[in-house]
Structure formats: C-alpha cells, structure tokens
C-alpha cells in the first residue's frame, strides 16, 4: 500500500509536467501559482508525515530529492515561458546554477553512485524563496526576487558541494556543511 509521504511526492512528481504544459499552453499566473504553491506544499508536509510516521527511509528521502529537481526545474521553466524575461537579469547567475548543480551531481554519481540527499537547511531557505520568487513572478511578472533565489541556490548548491566532498558514504539528512564535516 502506498504511504501518504509517497501520494503526497508522487503528487509533486505529477505537478511538475502540469505546471510546464499549462504554461506552454498559456494559462494564467495565478493558476500557475497555484500549482507552485500546492506541489510546495505537497513537499512541505511529505517529510513532516514520514517524520511523524516513522517511515522517512532513506529511499523516500531520495525519491523526493529527485522529484524536487524535477518541480522546481519544471516551475522555473514555466515562469520563463509564462513571463518573458523573467530571467532577464539573472541568466549569469542561473548558467552558474545550473552548471553547479549538475557538476555536483555528477561528483555524487561518481563518489556515491547517487545523488546526495542532504535535506540542508539552506535547501529549505532556497525552496522557500524559489516558491515565494516563482509565485511572485507568475503574478506580478519580473522581479528582483528571482535573481536573489538564484544567487541563495548558487549558495545552496556549493554547500551541497563541500558536504559531498567532506563525507565519505551516501547519508541522507545533513542539515549544513558543519555538520558533515563533525560526522567525518
């Protein structure tokens, strides 16, 4: 049987292609954003009811790391199609990010043979400004506030990075560098 943490990633999982394809097809910003705001939601409680019931595996951790690449890459996206230049002024910064990211992945595929699943409290920072950004966008259109995600995930992604490479084996849930570098 299918756990509630499980529905609630698998529903992210389902929001990501939807938020992309109603954009592609030109729905409005607040529906856009509410999609956001219900896959951020579905991301939020996923871990606080595996949490509390006792079934927050590794391999959950995991599945819901994946499926947070794909929502936000895929409400990212949908912005940049639904608002035109809403990246305008901070394409440097997400080449950065994207290369970053993917450069750090292919570290952990390398040294762990998976993605690292880290859960870090800047990863929390980072998701909750992208949504706020991304929410923003969609409604208002282009805005400072994206650039600034961009820049808290480029932070976000080198303590991801360092933690990889101070920890010697794949664990899940590593709350910041320091305490990767105390485990190690």
């Known amino acids: 049987m299918i756990s509630a943490p499980q529905l609630l990633i698998l529903f992210r999982a389902v929001c990501a292609p939807a938020i992309f ?18 896959g951020f939601l579905s991301d939020v409680f996923d871990g606080m009811i595996a949490r509390r019931m006792g079934t927050a595996t590794a391999s ?13 890459t895929a409400a990212a996206a949908a912005l940049a199609i639904a608002v035109p230049g809403a990246f305008e002024a901070s394409w440097l910064p997400l080449v950065a990010l994207v290369t970053i990211h993917v450069s750090r992945a292919t570290f ?3 040294k762990y043979g998976r993605i690292a699943s880290y859960h870090m409290w800047s990863s929390k920072a980072f998701g909750l400004l992208l949504v706020v950004a ?3 966008g969609f409604i208002t259109g282009p ?3 994206v650039a600034w995600a961009v820049w808290w995930g ?6 991801g990075f360092a933690t990889s490479a101070i920890l010697p084996a ?3 849930d590593v709350p910041s560098v320091l305490h990767a570098y105390r485990r190690s």
């Open 21 to 38: 394809v109603l954009a592609c097809f030109g729905w409005p910003g607040s529906i856009l954003a509410g999609v956001l705001v219900a």
């Open 60 to 72: 959950l951790r995991y599945a819901d790391t994946l499926v947070d690449t794909a929502f936000y």
């Open 108 to 110: 952990e595929l390398t």
């Open 134 to 136: 991304l929410t923003y």
């Open 143 to 145: 805005n400072p506030l």
């Open 154 to 159: 480029i932070l976000n992604e080198l303590e």
């Open 170 to 172: 794949w664990v899940p």
